[in-house]
């Protein structure tokens, strides 16, 4: 039985596309919540120089690894360690940016590197005691009936991308990827079973963000506290005014 065990989570930050004042309130809140479990749920490096869509453009390599995304998650994953202490169950899950696409383009540019250039030799996460998760694995069970992957649907409206992995996996799902905010409710009568999905939003710059024209999309984060082994799952909506609201408490950037 857990009693009122506390779990946050983001994804979608995007370094170094990042808007530094959500990042900013992300951190706040997480210094004042004081979570047991903190997930981040991919993309948080962008990882535009390695993307097939850069390949052969101007665009490749035009963000340098020690400048990009890279250096930014690492020190990310170093502020979290340093807010949250030691014990807190810290999650990295590897998105379709990220790894994913720096991985990818030494697979096809420089193969006999990959032995040597490694998710923790660029994010340095095994010495923060930060768990990793490969983007092309299966969701990973966090708490009770919840599962957290970075997510492989996507759909023009909120909640239709979650919906689509949680019907495809048959799990309840938390997940990134659609940088909208979101929720999904699927119960079985006969069986009892009842699935639920999670779209969390973003913390990026959409300013930045040049491959979408219409940006339907909603900065934001999620909580959850874990009651009897059973997560009671919130979105946290982040206003244009750098606000939100966690459990009664506002807090602004």
Known sequence: MTNDLKWIMASDIHFPKHDPRKVELFTKVVKWFKPDALDLLGDIDDADSTSRWSSEYPAEFSIPISDGGVTGTRDFLKDLR?????NTDIHFHDGNHGWTRHGDYLAKKAPAFLEFITPDSLYEYKKHGIN??????????????????????????SGESVRN????WGVSLVRGHS?????????YNITGQELRGYEIGHLCDENKMDYSIQKNWQAGF???HVVNDYPHMQLIQITRDYTCVVDGKVFTA
């Open 165 to 168: 992995d949680v019907n495809n």
């Open 132 to 157: 990793w998760h490969e983007y092309n694995a299966p969701p990973v069970k966090r708490f009770g009936d919840m599962y957290g992957h970075h997510g492989e649907s996507i759909s023009k409206n």
């Open 82 to 86: 340093d807010i949250t202490g030691s």
């Open 179 to 187: 940088h909208r905010m979101g929720a999904y409710f699927q119960t």
């Open 222 to 224: 999620a909580i959850a």
